[in-house]
């Protein structure tokens, strides 16, 4: 079992930045992978980052060149840096993890607002 909790959401001009965090507690595994989605009102949710226990990452094509997710596989967390934020970028994030063949396990999210 796996619980994840995000922070570091909140409120940002257009240009700005934030970091994302998310913590994870229960029995983690180096093969996990972890990354971000994000579901803004009356859209589908799309993934936004993700990064594969090798340190592969991918990224969403609207995020590319300004986003940048890393992991601390010490502190069982994972971060996404997010630049140059657009009010595109208005959502709620979701962190996620994913085991090998299993089902993703899901934070309860955190809201992103990009607003002048």
């Known amino acids: 079992q796996v619980q994840l909790v995000e922070s570091g959401g909140g409120l940002v001009q257009p240009g700005g930045s934030l970091r994302l965090s998310c913590a994870a507690s229960g029995s983690i595994f180096s093969t996990d992978t972890m990354g971000w989605y994000r579901q803004a009102p009356g859209k589908q949710r799309e993934l936004v980052a993700v990064?594969?226990?090798?340190?592969?990452?991918n990224y969403a094509d609207s995020v590319k060149g300004r986003f940048t997710i890393s992991r601390d596989n010490g502190k069982n967390t994972v971060y996404l840096q997010m630049n140059y934020l657009k009010p595109e970028d208005t959502a709620v994030y979701y962190c996620?993890?994913?085991?090998?063949?299993?089902?993703?396990?899901w934070g309860q999210g955190t809201q992103v607002t990009v607003s002048s």
């Open positions: 990064i594969i226990s090798g340190g592969s990452t």
């Open positions: 996620y993890l994913v085991r090998v063949l299993g089902s993703p396990y």
